[in-house]
């Protein structure tokens, strides 16, 4: 993630009743607000000036939480993650020209860039984001109009739950509506997905975008990255996610994320020279691992196996959900874990330990680091009523262990950032309630 990280206390700043506040208030009266995902007191100060807010439309991106499938998707595989009810949250005003502005109060940063006049830049910022969703939805043949948007994120930024994807859904569906077009949900998450590649410099997989833009409420998606066929998979009530955040960040561009993908193609070239059908490690076996283990090399072998068993964990995870089998899928959680640490190595000593303090309290089925890793946030499944009694001790042993006490969220149903129970192929009505 570009974003400079601001830490959770400026991300929900906005004490004391300005100006913004108030026109917030009036436009929820209006509106109608819903108060369990609103969040009023959060959100953006609107625009102060200019026109009537008649003309202020709001939008909603959610988080991304994966629950299982973790550096699978840009080897063609298989992921299994959810949302929840962090956003990111954009208020919008139409412009009468070709320039959208756009303010960010994570970054306390307002830049503009011209419709006409977008190119990657060598050195991309935050709002390359969101120049690289409107290049990409123009580049689609969408003729977008000039926009004020205003855009305010409560999702820890380089906490592995896909605040970028996040920020580039709310903004796709900002200027989508706008500009009064539509487009279905999941060529939505393919257009943000190389507006990420292309602008901001990260070689991204498609699991972030894909949800965000098409994982129904209160349900876990299958998505096989290949293909795209996607299965919804209702949450059962029993099963509660909980998030705690190391605090320590990562910036995608500069980490080992973009490595880690050089390195499982470095496997693909080897793997396909005898084998030109082979065209990404989701066309690996055990099997056929184990026999090119010499070829591969000790590292190569043990990313290639991180996928491999990856892949499997993720078809095991879905059957457990389905079956109700919490305590099968906290053990497929674990395993996971201990393959990103060990194989893949993205994993960090303070998410190591997390994840062990985690793993003692009661109620914890399992534990491992969420998203891309080098930080970031973990992911425990946890008895559903027991959650609150096992957030509570996880942060007191990790205060006491190093002096922190990380930000914990309990994962909830959201809608995605199109609009409620959207299917593939659904179309993007923006979300302006
Ligand atoms: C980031 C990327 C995703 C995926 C995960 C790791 O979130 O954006 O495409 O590769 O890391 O699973």
Redesign the pocket.
């Known amino acids: 993630m570009m974003f400079r990280s601001l830490g959770q206390k400026n991300i929900v700043s906005g004490t004391g009743k300005s100006e913004w506040i108030y026109n917030f208030e009036k436009l929820s009266e209006k509106e109608g607000s819903d108060p369990a995902t609103d969040r009023p007191e959060i959100h953006m100060r609107l625009m102060q000036s200019g026109p009537s807010l008649d003309e202020v439309q709001r939008f909603r991106a959610p988080a991304r939480i994966?629950i299982i499938g973790?550096?699978?998707?840009?080897n063609d595989g298989l992921v299994l993650p959810t949302t929840t009810a962090l956003f990111t949250s954009i208020a919008a005003r139409p412009r009468p020209d070709r320039i959208v502005r756009v303010d960010s109060r994570n970054m306390q940063d307002a830049r503009s860039f011209d419709l006409d006049d977008i190119e990657p830049d060598d050195n991309p910022g935050w709002v390359d984001y969101a120049k690289g969703v409107a290049a990409e939805l123009e580049a689609e043949g969408i003729q977008l109009q000039g926009a004020d948007l205003e855009i305010e994120s409560e999702i820890p930024l380089g906490g592995?739950l896909?605040s970028s994807?996040s920020f580039e859904l709310a903004v796709a569906t900002a200027l989508l509506r706008v500009a009064d077009k539509s487009l279905p949900g999941p060529l939505l998450a393919k257009i943000c997905r190389r507006a990420e590649i292309r602008y901001a410099g990260?070689n991204?997989?498609?699991?972030?975008q894909y949800t965000i833009a098409c994982c129904k409420r209160g349900h876990a998606m299958l998505l096989d990255c290949r293909s795209l066929d996607v299965e919804q998979v209702a949450i059962p009530p029993s099963a509660g996610m909980l998030i705690i955040d190391s605090g320590v960040k990562h910036r995608l561009p500069d980490s080992s994320?973009n490595r880690r993908l050089d390195e499982c193609a470095e496997a693909v070239n080897i793997l396909s020279q005898d084998a030109p059908q082979f065209a990404a490690l989701r066309d690996l076996s055990m099997e056929m691992l184990e026999m090119q283990k010499d070829s591969l090399g000790n590292l190569l072998y043990r990313r290639c196996r991180h996928v491999v068993s990856e892949n499997q964990r993720v078809r095991d995870a879905y059957a457990a959900l389905n079956s109700g089998d919490l305590v099968n899928l906290g053990k497929l959680i674990s395993v996971s874990h201990a393959s990103l640490r060990d194989d893949f190595e993205v994993s960090c000593d303070e998410v190591d330990q997390l994840v062990a303090i985690a793993d003692e309290c009661t109620g914890v089925l399992g534990s491992r680091i969420v998203?891309?890793g080098f930080g970031g946030c973990v992911l425990s499944l946890v008895e559903a009523d027991r959650i609150d009694d096992a957030a509570r001790q996880i942060r007191q042993r990790y205060k006491e262990v190093t002096g922190d006490d990380p930000w914990t969220h309990i994962v909830q149903a959201a809608k995605p950032a199109t609009c409620s129970d959207i299917a593939p192929g659904d179309k993007v009505s923006g979300y302006a309630s």
Do not use: F, K, Q, R
Request: glycine share 16%.
């Open positions: 994966n973790e550096h699978t998707d840009y592995g896909s994807a990260v991204c997989g498609i699991m972030d994320y998203g891309a």
